[in-house]
């Protein structure tokens, strides 16, 4: 009987943990109207951050839209962080602006996690050892590009840094 009871938490646990790391928080209560607001709303930014990358790929899904669109706002409001969006690193994502909303995604999480590192080249390859494996488990690859399949290979083979700046 306590077994039965043991297992049973812990299935409900985790399942409380899973439905829990895919809830967006309430981004109607967060002002972004002051330097320190930007500052106050990085936990969230993190929070919206995992929403994005633990919930599929679907323009259709409401939830995902607002939650990309407090990203990008926050992204060109924070005195705090600076994001390079280079050509060089962009271009592979243009074709689908959910694509590029989740290397936006990538790079801010990979900048609070490492809020030392400044330099851009190391910025994007960090996002894009985020990105890739996401994007291949979740994205449509119908309408990937042939740099994008190449992008992806070098990602693979442990040749990113080459493959982007050669």
Known sequence: MRKT???FFLFISFLTATSYGQELPNLKHV?????ASYKNAE?????????????PIDKRNKSRN??????VDW????PD??????IEETSFFNTDSELLLMYMAALTKFSLDHPTEKEKRTQALGAMNLVLPYLYQQSNKKTWTKEL?????AYKNGKLKEFLYP
């Open 43 to 55: 936990l969230t930014i993190l929070k919206v951050v995992d929403y994005l990358f633990k919930t």
């Open 66 to 71: 607002n939650a990309g669109q407090f990203l």
């Open 31 to 35: 002002k972004l109207n002051k330097k």
């Open 81 to 86: 962080h600076i994001f390079y969006l280079e």
């Open 149 to 153: 399949w190449q992008l992806h290979d």
């Open 5 to 7: 009871f043991l297992v």
């Open 75 to 78: 992204m060109n409001g924070t």
